[in-house]
Each structure stands twice: as C-alpha cells, then as structure tokens.
C-alpha cells in the first residue's frame, strides 16, 4: 500500500486523505509546527507502521538524521501513541521506558526521595 505520510504538511488535506490510525488523525488536526522539518515527509507511512521483519529499520535510519526526532518522540509519548515508530523509537521499546519510568518513580517514592 502507498500513503503518504497523511499527518504531514505538504501531504493531501486531513479531510481527503482519512488518517491510518488515531495517531495520525489526531496528531493532523493539532498544531505541530516541528512537524514542517520531519524527515519522514512525503515517505510512505508503512515505513513507520511495519509489519514485515525488518521491524522498521529504513524508518529508524530516516528518524537518526531527523532533526526533529525527539519532538517527534516526545509528541508520541505525550499522547500515549501505542503503535508505529516515533522519533527512532518502536511502540515495544516507549511501553519499555513508560515501565522503566513507572518502576523508578515507584523506587523514588519507597525510599523516602532518597537516591
């Protein structure tokens, strides 16, 4: 399947091209100037949805070079985005840092504040 990235600038109108998941619908409607920068413009959005055994690997190596990659990362992690890869990062590696986050504030918390 060939779609452009449809939550990009530069890509056809959110209401002429319906967004392939939430996260894009939602992320198409909110004002994300960084978005103008991303890389990933006019790249096939199957690349950041993979579903094949490269596990998104040419997706990754676009997000390296991104300047906007942890804008990217952030907007995803922010909205609680659980699927595709976002800022270089696969949807299995943020639910890894939301556990790890989760467990230190846990640990912070039943130490008294203590490091």
Do not use: K
Request: a neutral charge; aromatic letters at 6%; glycine letters at 12%.
């Amino acid at each position: 399947m060939n779609r452009l990235v449809s939550f990009l600038p530069g890509s056809r109108p959110l209401e002429d091209n319906p967004p392939d998941s939430a996260a894009q619908g939602r992320l198409g409607r909110l004002p994300t100037p960084w978005r103008q920068f991303a890389l990933c413009l006019g790249h096939d959005s199957d690349l950041w949805f993979p579903v094949e055994r490269d596990g998104g690997a040419v997706a990754v190596a676009i997000c390296s070079a991104c300047p906007v990659r942890l804008d990217c990362l952030g907007w995803a992690i922010e909205h609680d985005e659980r699927q595709g890869i976002w800022g270089g990062i696969s949807a299995r590696r943020r639910d890894q840092m939301r556990a790890d986050s989760r467990a230190a504030t846990r640990a912070h918390g039943s130490n008294g504040g203590e490091t």
